[in-house]
């Protein structure tokens, strides 16, 4: 399979060979001819899927470079997305020569409002700055033609839906709508049926699995120790590039303390951060300059840095939704990840939870080399026992459910 018969003109697919892509992955096999015919289409898949050029390739074939605008609009939950997505829409653009502009909240409104005044094809937006700017008359959304919901199902959980309704409000009744989410809740497809007009639903391997190519492997161990574990397998195991992810802020930070005192270069990440700090966080994992970035769940999800070689759970997550998400952050697009959970003995019911959620029972392991002080708790290696259903999905749609 090749990006040659999806639909794509010449030009795209310079772009595409630009970017370094040789394979489409299964999302942009499935979406973009639907994209480019012009339907709307709902596709459920997770971030690392390559869901962002599954339709910002065929968005920038459907909508003309020229005056006015903008022409296509997407909104997604967080900065780091809404960056992520104009990087991806900024290559293309070279080729196609569109005009892409970001706005999100936290920074200045001159050069984003100087940037919608110019005039953009494309332009990519957080909810709430996209709101602010409507209502202070320099966003237009009169001539949007294709509307793209990124990550819908974190933008209903982050409560941005009120204003991601206004969004939808002020573009023309006729477009092509484009909704993308890992994950497809009863409320997702309450929003899904009331926006969107017969939509193609395309799909890649349930949203609530990891994907295939991570390892995951648990370590158990005492709450106090897990610092002590973390350097132990950071400078003896070999974790090159990898995030570690932390309930708080506080422990978040704390982690970073840790790691630095120990000679790791290492950045932290969260919410009290301001935007430039965490740009430069990102950048320096991204660039090499630390081995390690520390982050909590708000701010991580749909973060895109290639390469994470390993993840680690210093605290399990409250959800097994932020499981699946945070462990997405390795193993993207064909390549293979380690995620790490360390587990205190107070997590065991977590693991459960996630355990249910996956349908996978993890592998326990003691960190080889490690001088274990505290006690710890290793769960039952028979505890597979307490799911009570076992579905296994399959590509061949209606023979799901294998029998017990
Ligand atoms: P996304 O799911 O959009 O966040 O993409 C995840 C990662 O996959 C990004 O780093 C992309 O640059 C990369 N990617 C997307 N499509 C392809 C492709 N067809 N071939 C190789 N890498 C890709």
Redesign the pocket.
């Known amino acids: 399979m090749s990006?040659d018969n999806l639909g794509l003109e010449p030009r795209l697919l310079q772009a595409?060979a630009a970017?370094?892509?040789?394979?489409?992955?299964p999302i942009?096999r499935d979406a973009i001819p639907h994209v480019l015919d012009g339907r709307d289409v709902v596709g459920c898949?997770?971030?690392?899927?390559?869901?962002?050029?599954?339709f910002v390739l065929p968005l920038m074939q459907r909508v003309a470079a020229r005056p006015g605008g903008p022409r296509a609009l997407v909104v997604t939950p967080t900065r780091e997305l809404a960056l992520?997505i104009e990087g991806?829409a900024a290559q293309v653009s070279k080729v196609t020569g569109h005009r892409v502009a970001v706005v999100y909240g936290g920074v200045g409104y001159e050069p984003q409002t100087k940037a919608l005044k110019r005039g953009v094809d494309v332009l990519v937006a957080t909810p709430g700055r996209l709101l602010d700017l409507m209502e202070r008359g320099v966003a237009d959304l009169s001539s949007v033609e294709v509307l793209v919901l990124d990550e819908a199902d974190r933008m209903l959980d982050m409560g941005f839906w009120p204003q991601v309704r206004k969004v939808v409000a002020a573009c023309p009744r006729k477009r092509q709508n484009l909704l993308f989410s890992a994950t497809m809740s009863s409320e997702v497809m309450r929003v899904v049926a009331s926006t969107l007009n017969d939509p193609v639903r395309v799909e890649v391997a349930p949203a609530t699995r990891p994907i295939e190519a991570i390892e995951q492997r648990v370590y158990p161990v005492g709450g106090q120790e897990k610092s002590r574990l973390l350097v132990h397998l950071i400078q003896e195991h070999g974790l090159e590039r990898v995030i570690v992810f932390t309930r708080t802020k506080h422990r978040a930070d704390r982690v970073a303390k840790t790691l630095r005192q120990a000679g790791i270069a290492c950045a932290a990440i969260h919410g009290d951060r301001s935007q430039s700090q965490r740009q430069s966080a990102l950048e320096s994992l991204k660039s090499g300059r630390c081995r390690v970035l520390v982050a909590t769940d708000v701010v991580a999800r749909?973060i895109?840095i290639?390469d994470v070689s390993h993840v680690v759970n210093y605290d399990l997550p409250n959800t097994p939704e932020d499981y699946v998400h945070r462990i997405g952050r390795t193993a993207?697009?064909?390549k293979t990840g380690t995620a790490v959970s360390l587990l205190a003995p107070e997590e065991h019911g977590t693991l459960r939870d996630i355990e249910v959620k996956i349908g996978a029972v993890l592998d326990t392991h003691d960190a080889e080399g490690f001088a274990y002080a505290e006690q710890r708790l290793v769960p039952n290696p028979d505890r597979a026992a307490t799911r009570p259903v076992r579905t296994v999905f399959s590509s061949s749609r209606g023979r799901g459910r294998r029998r017990r």
Do not use: E
């Open positions: 990006f595409v970017m370094g892509y040789t394979r489409p992955t942009q898949a997770q971030t690392g899927t390559g869901k962002t050029a599954a992520q991806v749909g895109d290639d993207r697009a064909g």
